[in-house]
């Protein structure tokens, strides 16, 4: 057998018989070997089978029938978690408490409520795994290939990392069970009804890095990594107020919402005049949105991404209703810049230019162009 495909190559026969010897041990097929090895993935195989099961091997419908589920529905379930779908999908012992969990949610909220609980939960799961999987091969396999590692020792390195494995599971769970109290508590905060259709008002804000194309190709890639994880942390720390929620961060772009507009422009304000980030401009937008699966949906979140993309650097542009949410005495000065066509709306858009917060001085300017 030789080593082969895609992956690092030039294992020596002590090195290869090694690999296939942590393979084996693990519970690896010899099928599953070669075609690791033709892949020139056996280096993962060890970690890998250590992560799902060793030797366990069962199919979804028979965890499902011992957690209680439906196999249909069960195997539904899997595919919406993002796992291969094939004909025949095995899982392992391991597995069985997301099916006892899909059996308890099923009889509280129905079936499409699970479905959709599944395809939350897959790709945040995909998210947080891709991310952890980059961030190891950034930080520990390649210094460790670059010094002269080869196969063996990066699959060693990845079998002592399944050690922490348990730590990490016992993070994840205090993590959410910390995220589920913010956000019971930030909707409280908000004083909005829930409903059925999973609306709920409140200010939408997009914040963008000015110029980001044409910086991004005067950057070497370290330093592009580098700008990328202090924007995401600035907007993470200048955004971590209970009343507000980062969305989502899309590169050069975050989306927030926030319960107030005077929480939404303050965080705009920091936004923008943060000297440890370059050029910012910011758009908002208020009124009902669509929540559904951990994102936002609406004609209101459409307008703030177009606001900010007609903004000036520095500027934070604001619909009329999200001026009109801010009271009287509000430490902004606020400029009507007119109306003007927006893409995708229909009527052309009455638009605000709200200034940063200003040093406690009580001021509410309203203007016209």
Partial sequence: MTAGGGGPSGNTSDELGE?????????????????AIAEGSLHVVPVQRGLIGGREERTVEEMAERAGLDPGLARQVW????????????CSERDLPLFAYYHELVKLAGVEQCLQDARTMGA????????EVAEIRA????????????????????????????????????????????AGRRYSLWGVPPTEASTTDCVVGFADLVGFTPLGQ??????????????????????GSPLTRVVKLIGDEALFVSGTAVEAVSIASALVADPQLPALRVGLASGEIVTRGGDVFGS????????????ESGQILADAVTVARLPGGSVVTINLLGTRRVNGFEEPVEVFAVSALVDGTVRADRRSP
Avoid at 19 to 27: F, N, Q
Avoid at 124 to 131: G, P, V
Wanted: hydrophobic share 55%.
């Fill in 79 to 90: 595919a919406a978690l993002g796992f291969a779908n094939d004909e025949h999908p095995t």
């Fill in 139 to 182: 930080a520990m396999e390649a210094p460790l290939r670059a010094g002269g590692g080869g196969d063996l020792e990066v699959a060693r390195l990845l079998l002592g990392l399944l050690d922490v494995m348990p730590v990490l599971h016992a993070a994840i769970v205090a993590a959410h069970r910390r995220h589920v109290y913010v």
């Fill in 124 to 131: 945040t799961m995909s998210q947080l795994a891709d991310a």
């Fill in 19 to 35: 690999l296939v010897r942590l393979a084996r041990e693990a519970g690896a097929s010899d099928d599953e070997i070669e075609q």
């Fill in 300 to 311: 209101v979140v459409n307008l703030a991404a177009r606001l900010v993309t007609i903004a």
């Fill in 218 to 239: 005067q950057l070497d890639a370290p330093q592009l990594d580098e700008l990328l994880r202090m924007f995401e942390h600035r907007v993470s720390v200048v955004a």
